[in-house]
């Protein structure tokens, strides 16, 4: 979950414009529930990729940007290498 490649950036924001499409044309009562699903397939892949400890140490450092109010740019990604939780 470090910033994205500069390479991959596009690729990127295409995936994130496609999982907001596919969010919208789900039913209105299942809208509510994508966030968490996609919070769920975040964090399993994250596990999966990094282990716990460092998925762990990851999340520490989400949690402490989100309790700050950061938020993603619109250009990229949050560098959460840069960040300390």
């Given at each position: 979950m470090v910033a994205a490649e500069p390479d991959r950036?596009?690729?990127?924001r295409q995936a994130?414009?496609?999982?907001?499409?596919?969010?919208?044309?789900?039913?209105?009562?299942?809208?509510?529930?994508?966030?968490?699903?996609?919070?769920?397939?975040?964090?399993e892949t994250l596990v999966d990729e990094v282990g716990t400890s460092q998925a762990a140490r990851l999340l520490r450092r989400v949690a402490a940007l989100v309790d700050n109010g950061v938020q993603p740019p619109?250009?990229?990604a949050i560098n959460l290498a840069r960040c300390d939780a």
């Open positions: 950036l596009p690729a990127l994130m414009h496609r999982i907001a499409d596919a969010v919208a044309a789900l039913p209105e009562a299942h809208r509510d529930l994508a966030g968490n699903a996609l919070l769920n397939v975040a964090v619109e250009s990229g």
